[in-house]
Nanobody, 116 residues
Framework: EVQLQASGGGLAQPGGSLRLSCAAS????????MSWFRQAPGKGPEWVSG????????YYADSVKGRFTISRDIAKNTMYLQMNSLKREDTAVYYC?????????WGQGTQVTVSS
C-alpha cells in the first residue's frame, strides 16, 4: 500500500522547536521529490519546503526560511522538517507530499500548535 505517514506534531511555545517526520512506504522513496505543505485554520494550503530526490537541493517559503530545515534519509524512507524559532503563525496542519512526474502522494497531516 502506498502511504505517507506524518508524525511529530504537537504543542510548542513561541520560540520553541519541533521535528516532523514523514515515513514513506509502498513506493520507491528515492525517486520522488518531497515537500511539506501546511494549512492554517480558515486559510488555504501553503507550500512550506521541498527537497529533491538526492537531498542536495532544498527550497523554502520566505515565511520559514532560516527557521526550518528539510532533510531526507533514503535508507529510512523518511523525510524530516526541523522547525526552530516557532511562531504562532506556524500553527497549522502539516502535510507531506511525494511527487514524481504527474503522480502526487499525500500523507494524512500532523497538527502543529504554537501557543504560550
Amino acid at each position: 500500500e502506498v502511504q505517507l505517514q506524518a508524525s511529530g506534531g504537537g504543542l510548542a511555545q513561541p520560540g520553541g522547536s519541533l521535528r516532523l517526520s514523514c515515513a514513506a512506504s509502498g513506493f520507491f522513496f528515492g525517486s520522488y521529490d518531497m515537500s511539506w505543505f501546511r494549512q492554517a485554520p480558515g486559510k488555504g494550503p501553503e507550500w512550506v519546503s521541498g527537497i529533491n530526490t538526492g537531498g542536495r537541493a532544498t527550497y523554502y517559503a520566505d515565511s520559514v526560511k532560516g527557521r526550518f530545515t528539510i532533510s531526507r534519509d533514503i535508507a529510512k524512507n523518511t523525510m524530516y522538517l526541523q522547525m526552530n524559532s516557532l511562531k504562532r503563525e506556524d500553527t497549522a496542519v502539516y502535510y507531506c507530499n511525494a511527487a514524481f512526474l504527474v503522480e502526487s502522494i499525500w500523507g494524512q497531516g500532523t497538527q502543529v500548535t504554537v501557543s504560550s
